[in-house]
């Protein structure tokens, strides 16, 4: 299953690479509505905005909530290149998204299997599926390539 979603995980890439360009973790996400089709696509944007919650994954469910005029999204796909955090992890399950694919994983804060699972904790009312590695190698070089070259200054 994990190779259907390598297309939107490109767009997510994208995205990534974009936020990077503008000094942000190059964190980026998707939003796939039940059709596949790209409801809302963001980058990190906690720098410019001076926001803790302007993480790419939040940016999306926001724009795929307005795009769809509901905040339930239902039959919808959030895919991100690095796993989610807690804060991310909740607003997914919270907005009700389906699934949720992720390509590198975050032992340090992921939230989707990795330190703790939120999504998968019994005891919440919505537990999305999980689809985890997706062309995790690539996004996990882009974050690499980012952190090497601050340090380097």
Not at 8 to 15: D, F, H, I, S, T
Not at 35 to 57: F, I, M, Q, S, Y
Not at 94 to 120: E, H, P
């Amino acid at each position: 299953m994990s190779s259907a979603y390598g297309e939107a995980m490109r767009l997510a890439l994208a995205q990534a690479r974009l936020a990077a360009e503008r000094g942000e973790v190059p964190v980026g996400a998707v939003v796939l509505g039940e059709g596949g089709e790209v409801l809302a696509a963001a980058g990190n944007d906690r720098e410019a905005t001076a926001d803790p919650t302007a993480h790419a994954e939040v940016l999306a469910l926001r724009a795929a909530a307005r795009a769809r005029g509901a905040w339930r999204l239902g039959g919808c796909t959030l895919v991100v290149t690095l796993e989610p955090c807690t804060m991310c992890a909740g607003a997914a399950v919270l907005a009700r998204v389906d699934r949720i694919v992720y390509g590198a994983a975050d032992d340090k804060g992921g939230a989707v299997g990795s330190l703790w699972d939120v999504v998968r904790d019994r005891r919440l009312n919505h537990r999305p599926e999980v689809v985890a590695g997706v062309l995790a190698e690539e996004c996990g070089a882009v974050l690499k390539e980012f952190f090497a070259s601050r340090r380097i200054r």
